[in-house]
């Protein structure tokens, strides 16, 4: 079932038990700006939306189907579609429908958006000349809410980008799950990305010269708006940089640590490796001449064991004479 809750400048927070959607707009008509804010839509609210308050079928389609990021005029309303962050999880964006008539701001999502508390309490607190500017003016705060509810998570991602820069470049301590950390910053990052990016293609669209969207009163609100946005859409890239740069630092850590690793194992290879070229043919002279049988020849008379020593000694001067001078041993030259 639908959560429908409904603000105005006027008379502040209206209980449910007050109104209807049938008599919606006759029970609003004398209580100022108003705000309706839809969570979870219907069917009956999609009835609402089409029957009372005449919306394009366009929007509703965008509204009950996939959302995309959109600024659109129709004849009676204008329609907004941008990304907010949704409550339950900084990993999740989830779109937003706005939709501005004359004296009326309705919003539409299918989840909880911490922005929209934000925006709630400052309806309460605006004063009377920023109320006396109109729907736009509470078109500007809805937008910089959800704008100024990314400042302090991106001061977070800021401060664990840091920490991680930190890590990686700590050779006194093992980290664990560095990389881990590392991507899971720039998946937050990106996800991010899509709701900063949509509030500053709104408002570019809102305040394109020639089919400016807003009046003229409001104009200073929403060029500060884009200047904050922009703001946001800076750091989320600085930020989304840095931990890239971070990431291929630490690769090239563990790549560098990788290759002195397979260094040093390559060096006792060929050591052990030029150990069992000596010893083999050695073992194999042993072998010959420990055979309990008649040698052929003088070999007693050369001075038996001396002469077999002699020879084996002869034998390794030349192999390891050999290796030196391939390189595989020393310098070779």
């Not at 925006?119 to 078109?139: N, P």
């Not at 991680?164 to 006194?172: A, I, K």
């Not at 001075?303 to 020879?311: E, K, P, R």
């Amino acid at each position: 079932m639908a959560e429908v809750r409904l603000q105005t400048t006027e008379a502040g927070v209206i209980a449910k038990e007050d109104f209807t959607l049938d008599n919606f707009h006759r029970f609003i008509s004398d209580k100022g700006v108003a705000w309706l804010d839809i969570n979870k839509p219907d069917e009956e609210i999609k009835e609402f939306l089409v029957d009372k308050c005449n919306v394009d079928e366009l929007a509703i389609e965008d509204i009950f189907g996939e959302s995309a990021n959109t600024v659109q005029r129709f004849d009676d309303h204008r329609f907004v579609v941008i990304r907010a962050r949704d409550a339950d999880s900084r990993l999740d964006t989830e779109p937003v429908a706005i939709l501005i008539f004359d004296s009326l701001i309705i919003t539409v999502r299918h989840t909880s958006i911490p922005a929209l508390k934000s925006f709630r309490r400052r309806m309460k607190i605006a004063d009377k000349e920023e109320i006396g500017y109109g729907v736009d003016f509470l078109l500007y705060e809805l937008l910089d809410s959800i704008a100024d509810d990314w400042q302090p998570i991106l001061g977070e991602y800021s401060d664990e980008l840091d920490e991680l820069e930190y890590r990686v470049f700590d050779p006194s301590t093992r980290y664990d799950g560095l990389l881990e950390g590392l991507h899971g910053l720039k998946r937050q990052l990106r996800e991010a990305n899509k709701s900063i990016e949509s509030l500053h293609s709104a408002t570019i669209r809102i305040l394109k010269p020639g089919e400016r969207l807003i009046s003229e009163e409001t104009l200073p609100y929403f060029t500060d708006l884009q200047q904050l946005v922009s703001t946001l859409v800076n750091r989320a890239n600085n930020y989304s940089s840095g931990a890239t740069s971070t990431r291929d630092t630490y690769l090239s850590h563990v790549s560098l640590s990788l290759a002195k690793s397979n260094a040093r194992l390559t060096e006792v290879m060929t050591t052990l490796t030029i150990i069992g070229a000596i010893m083999l043919p050695l073992t194999l002279i042993a072998g010959i001449f420990g055979m309990n049988t008649a040698l052929p020849g003088v070999i007693e008379d050369l001075g038996g064991f001396w002469t077999i020593m002699s020879a084996m000694l002869l034998f390794s001067l030349v192999m390891i004479s050999y290796f030196f001078r391939k390189g595989w041993i020393g310098s070779g030259d």
